[in-house]
């Protein structure tokens, strides 16, 4: 690397970089990796797979066009240095904050964001449908899709890449190969990308032109690949060998460690217990259960599980909910943890394959509910609404330690599928043991002047508040959102208190929409009318109308 970078990057644009030397190429990306080393650590965000892409995104705005031609990058977490390469580098202050830079592609953002995306394995998809439409529309501009090879796991992508060959405009397809997803990748797609020989055997298979493994770090070989391919007749796949937190000896040593990174350059505050490796330890616990993650090791707390216990599908979530049911129904008791958000990607396997056939595959939603950061494609708030909508199916959702043991050790014993939900937070009250036999809620303190019904963590952060405010409620800890306590619900309505439910979901399918249909007596279901987009959970909260203060000013103006 340089050791004196000079370029100002708060003055580029496509034409830009279109026009520098290979001099001033090389000097930008040693300038743009020491930028999103200073940045990202800063501000926090995906770290690693940025640094993979630095001289990747450097020759392909060089080389194409970005004000005619369109570049659609896969998963979204990989697109800083594109940012930085298309004018927003002066915003990386504010990334990922509140009204600030996203971290992931955004229509709003700029022009040169051609697809939102922040799950996985959608790029392919969309160049077909660009391709398409540039047909219809008499435009001979390049499409370029860059996917990783940890995406090309999910069915999606092979979807697209089955498509694409039939496209009457041609795709050019970048495999950015960095042999990893978040974590190592797995199955026969990682085995492929091993050999020269069968990656070609494989693309040329289906009727691309394949391009053998390029350098993803050297400017000048890039280019002049990227260059042999602009303007084809015919679809084609350039294979590039990146390594994941390129220029940072750290990163490249613990990709999946630096995959995503916090505050890390500010001393760090103590935290307590985070929801997903309490989870996981209370799963390992019990001996004969086995579990399925579509490629979530790390974020679902099962780095340190017995792998023997443990099968990772890849970026496969409905294959993994497909594969748990049909475990499930060969006697063995599986648990399926899944981001809230993966699981819509899961929708028809969870009706097809589990609600409607009742198997009872125990599944734990995490991530749910507001999500800071990551923004309106990570927001764990629909699960409810799509597991409210299939029968057969229970979902709960513990608000300490002790009701999650004890909902897990009631979800395994079931007849029927069942969903615990529980958030990204770290801070987890320990609670008094206790046994559940039955859909059942708490009544955590009783008042005179209103009843509010909420469920997980909330339920703390609504008695917090009620103290603080001086506010005489009822508060119940709603432990099943479906089925209901009809007995405790009974009483309730019988108390004849207005009834407020609070909830970080959508409002439609929500538990406060089902009980409204149910009772006059329930005269406010707070909960999210739109999807929030990224920043911290406060502002998000605030924004929405679902902050502490909000709720407060509800309970006062329905009281009695």
């Known amino acids: 690397m340089s050791s004196v970078p000079t370029i100002d990057l708060t003055t580029l644009n496509p034409k830009v970089v279109r026009h520098m030397s290979p001099k001033q190429l090389q000097q930008l990306a040693d300038t743009m990796r020491a930028f999103l080393i200073d940045s990202v650590t800063k501000t926090g965000g995906h770290l ?175 280019i002049d690949t990227l260059q042999r391919v602009k303007d084809t007749q ?35 505050k103590p935290v307590g217990k985070a929801w997903s490796p309490l989870i996981a330890s209370l799963v390992e616990a019990k001996d004969d259960v086995y579990i399925i993650t579509p490629a979530m090791i790390e974020g679902s707390g099962l780095r340190g599980i017995d792998r023997a216990r443990v099968v990772d599908v890849g970026i496969a979530e409905g294959h993994a909910v497909t594969m748990a049911a049909a475990m499930r129904r060969r006697g063995s008791k599986v648990f399926l943890p899944i981001y809230a958000t993966f699981l819509q990607r899961a929708y028809d396997s969870l009706v097809h394959d589990v609600a409607r056939s009742n198997t009872p595959v125990v599944f734990g939603i995490d991530r749910a509910g507001t999500i800071p950061g990551d923004g309106d494609t990570h927001q764990g708030i629909f699960d409810v609404s799509i597991c409210m909508a299939m029968p057969h199916l229970q979902l709960m959702m513990p608000a300490n330690e002790a009701q999650a043991s004890a909902l897990l050790d009631y979800a395994f014993a079931a007849s029927t599928p069942t969903a615990i939900r529980y958030p990204k937070g770290n801070s987890i ?30 339920v703390y952060a609504i008695q917090a508040m009620a103290h603080a405010e001086n506010l005489s409620i009822t508060l119940v800890n709603a432990l099943f959102l479906n089925p209901i306590d009809e007995a405790v619900f009974a009483s309730l309505i019988a108390a004849k208190l207005p009834i407020i439910v609070y909830e970080q979901v959508i409002r439609s399918g929500s538990l406060g929409q089902a009980l409204q249909a149910r009772s006059a007596n329930v005269v406010c279901a707070m909960a999210y009318d739109a999807i929030p987009s990224h920043g911290d959970v406060k502002s998000l909260l605030d924004q929405a109308g679902l902050s502490m203060s909000h709720l407060a000013a509800e309970i006062r103006r329905h009281a009695t």
């Open 234 to 268: 015919e679809s084609v796949v350039i294979h590039v060998k990146t390594i994941k937190g390129y220029g940072h000896s750290d990163a490249q040593l613990d990709k999946v460690k630096f995959h995503a990174v916090g505050y890390y350059t500010v001393e760090p």
């Open 48 to 222: 690693a797979s940025n640094l993979g892409t630095v001289e990747l995104s450097i020759a392909l705005t060089h080389v194409f066009d970005l004000d005619v031609d369109t570049l659609i990058y896969d998963v979204g977490h990989q697109t800083y240095p594109h940012k930085i390469l298309t004018g927003r580098a002066d915003l990386f202050s504010t990334l990922r904050q509140t009204n600030g830079l996203s971290g992931f592609p955004k229509y709003e953002e700029s022009p040169y964001d051609h697809f939102e995306t922040g799950h996985s394995s959608t790029s392919l998809s969309a160049a077909c449908g660009v391709a398409t439409s540039k047909y219809l529309q008499n435009d001979t501009s390049n499409t370029i899709a860059v996917i990783g090879d940890g995406a090309l796991t999910g069915g999606l992508a092979l979807e697209g890449l089955n498509n694409i060959v039939q496209m009457p405009r041609p795709v050019i397809v970048v495999v950015n190969d960095n042999d990893m997803s978040i974590s190592e990748n797995v199955g026969a797609i990682s085995h492929l990308f091993a050999s020269k020989e069968r990656s070609q055997a494989f693309f040329t298979a289906l009727g691309y032109t394949y391009i053998p493994p390029v350098d993803g770090h050297d400017l000048s070989r890039l």
């Open 429 to 458: 009250a320990a609670g008094q043991p206790l046994t559940i036999t039955s859909p059942t809620w708490l009544i955590e303190q009783t008042g005179t002047q209103a009843i509010v019904i909420s469920y997980g963590p909330d």
